[in-house]
């Protein structure tokens, strides 16, 4: 068994702590925290150590605390860091490379500049085996690594025949269980948004993707409007349909009235944390218009990143092959349940 930490055990880390868990492969040997808050009883009701920084034991000495971050660290094979955003650079340069351990890190760091924490991006779709051999890699965000199950499909049936993809994100503001953020009465932009930056780094930096952000008052997903610009007539409506039939996490709805709707069926049907882990390609939205397609899919936020997390550590720890690594995260996610129930629910009239 592989040994592996989760540090951080916010919307994140507590989703990927509790299915890795359940991997006979893992040693969960605990997680980390870095606020003395309702997440530390939590996690030890779980089942879960916890483990906190050394200079914070004071401030959480009303909890149940196994121990220190920084030693813990040296009993790991793997780290799946999930701290607050910016943290994870600190965490590589203080503790994961003085003890020479290995690590992944989530999409609210960054790949480039001083504050680097890794040089790839993963994504399942389309760049599996590029972290067999890498020490730290970044798992992109919610996003970006829907983008890639979006976008990698196109690429690899109609080239260059695609002149340019445009997309809008409409950002969710805060995650459902994110009780210290204010959903704001506001629609807020992003200039120059990284999302754009951060696709091109795994699916090549000539690909011609322009992206806009806009962060609207929602807990309830992100929403991509795609517009896909061929060199000619654009391909039919059951054309693009049927080319994500068969994607994995990649689920095509009809009838669905927003994205709190999905959300409803998932809590309805026990989706752990109401989670699908998946796309949704909201397929009555659809338009072709001479060459170009337009494309809405909604984007489950914090979900669609755990399994991916999970290929992500198999690649790393064991450089499993990509159709294995798939079968296995299957057995713990059973993504494929989800989306038959999720199609047959909504299903075109």
Request: proline letters at 3%; a neutral charge.
């Amino acid at each position: 068994m592989k040994r592996v930490f989760v540090n951080g055990y916010g919307s994140i880390g507590s989703r990927i702590a509790q299915f890795i868990a359940d991997d006979p492969e893992i040693d969960v040997v605990g997680v980390g925290k870095y606020s003395p808050d309702e997440k530390v009883t939590d996690a030890v009701s779980r089942g879960f150590k916890v483990y906190v920084p050394r200079d914070k034991k004071e401030s959480f000495k009303h909890f149940k605390i196994s121990g220190s971050i920084e030693d813990v660290i040296r009993e790991c094979d793997l780290v799946i860091d999930a701290a607050p955003g910016g943290i994870g650079y600190t965490n590589k340069n203080t503790v994961y490379e003085p003890n020479n351990v290995k690590a992944i890190f989530q999409g609210g760091e960054k790949i480039t500049g001083d504050k680097a924490v890794a040089e790839l991006i993963f994504n399942s779709r389309v760049n599996y085996e590029k972290a067999f051999d890498e020490k730290y890699v970044m798992q992109g965000s919610c996003n970006v690594t829907g983008m890639g199950r979006i976008l990698q499909p196109l690429r690899e049936k109609y080239g260059k025949k695609i002149k340019r993809y445009d997309g809008t994100l409409l950002r969710r503001w805060a995650d459902l269980e994110d009780s210290k953020t204010e959903v704001k009465d506001s629609i807020e932009w992003t200039l120059k948004p990284h999302h754009n930056e951060d696709v091109k780094s795994y699916m090549g930096a000539d690909t011609p993707l322009f992206i806009r952000a806009f962060k609207i008052p929602t807990r309830q997903m992100h929403v991509h409007l795609m517009d896909i610009r061929f060199d000619g007539s654009a391909p039919s409506t059951s054309e693009i349909l049927n080319l994500y039939k068969n994607e994995y996490g990649v689920a095509t709805l009809y009838n669905a009235k927003g994205t709190k709707d999905i959300r409803d069926f998932a809590e309805s049907i026990k989706f752990n944390f109401k989670d699908t882990n998946m796309i949704h390609i909201h397929a009555d939205l659809i338009e072709v218009q001479d060459d170009v397609v337009k494309l809405t899919y909604s984007d489950d936020q914090t979900g669609i990143v755990v399994p991916e997390n999970h290929l992500l550590m198999q690649a790393m720890l064991f450089k499993r092959k990509k159709e294995d690594a798939f079968k296995h995260t299957e057995q713990l996610f059973h993504m494929e349940e989800k989306k038959k129930l999720l199609e047959g629910h909504f299903k075109k009239q």
